[in-house]
């Protein structure tokens, strides 16, 4: 552990190496935390990330997701992208806290819910195992007002919905199912506006980048914060998320449903101007020989 820790503070932070590679992001981004804990208590790493490099723009560790400090984390990242650039925002989840912070800091930016995170709630709410048949059709209601291909589908989805909510019908079913129909017509009427931005900017926001990039993201980060089995210092905490963290930048995608991904790095990924350094960095095919050149980096 103590040659983990020593690695990761010998490392330059994001935004150093950001500056190392010159690079330009593409100004379509994503936002969203990822939780872990610390000594039994939480920790929200906030991450933003570019959509189409699949790279890590920025992030930072919060004791907590909420307005205060999704503000504070967006007022950074206002001074560290060019504002101008930028096209969209995906907001990957509905939270309350994060909308208005980003309507404070970024007023201008059109919005997208995160299809992928609107259709896990749709699934949390029914289960797909062990559903009977009127659980299975609301089901599959939800799911089509979700994934919609237009804005005239999403609202003849969602209508139906609301016709059996105020049915006869409805009426006579058990409390479950009662229950289970008004929250799924809940989860689709919940900031549709921003659900169905994608079907007023269809040439800026295509249906492939509006499902959830930073899913893959999250999983990598959990995956490896639960080899440590948790964290006992802060301190700690935070330098090895920092290793984690810069390890996925440099790591090869071997499974993306976009083939051009496949066998290159985020970071690689992105407009670099600073081509020849990142070609030295990256000149062994070896995981970890990044660490080696960024460490010895001087500007």
Not at 165 to 192: D, M, N, T
Not at 263 to 286: A, F, M, S
């Amino acid at each position: 552990m103590e040659i983990v820790l020593e690695i990761a503070k010998s490392l330059p932070n994001i935004l150093v190496i950001n500056k190392m590679f010159g690079i330009t992001f593409s100004g379509r981004f994503s936002l969203d935390a990822v939780f872990c804990k610390c000594n039994g208590k939480p920790m929200a790493i906030f991450i933003c990330l570019d959509n189409q490099s699949m790279d890590i723009v920025y992030y930072d560790i919060f004791s907590k997701e909420n307005y205060q400090y999704w503000k504070i984390f967006l007022l950074k990242l206002k001074t560290i992208i060019n504002i101008n650039a930028i096209e969209q925002f995906f907001v990957t989840d509905g939270k309350q806290g994060l909308h208005q912070a980003l309507e404070e800091i970024f007023p201008n930016i059109p919005r997208q819910l995160c299809v992928a995170h609107k259709t896990r709630r749709i699934c949390q709410i029914i289960p797909r195992v062990r559903g009977d048949k009127i659980d299975k059709m609301v089901f599959r209601i939800g799911i089509n007002c979700i994934t919609a291909k237009s804005e005239e589908t999403f609202h003849k989805q969602k209508n139906i919905l609301i016709q059996l909510f105020k049915s006869s019908w409805y009426e006579k079913q058990p409390k479950p199912h009662k229950e289970k129909i008004k929250k799924v017509l809940g989860a689709v009427r919940y900031q549709q506006k921003y659900l169905n931005t994608r079907f007023k900017l269809p040439d800026l926001i295509k249906d492939d980048i509006t499902t959830n990039p930073l899913e893959c993201v999250n999983g990598i980060i959990k995956e490896r914060i639960k080899l440590f089995r948790g964290f006992k210092k802060k301190n700690n905490a935070r330098l090895i998320i920092k290793l984690i963290i810069l390890y996925y930048r440099f790591h090869k995608f071997t499974g993306s449903k976009f083939k051009h991904r496949n066998g290159k790095r985020p970071i690689e990924l992105n407009k670099i101007k600073n081509k020849k350094y990142l070609q030295k960095v990256l000149k062994k095919d070896h995981p970890f020989y990044w660490m080696v050149e960024i460490k010895n980096h001087s500007f």
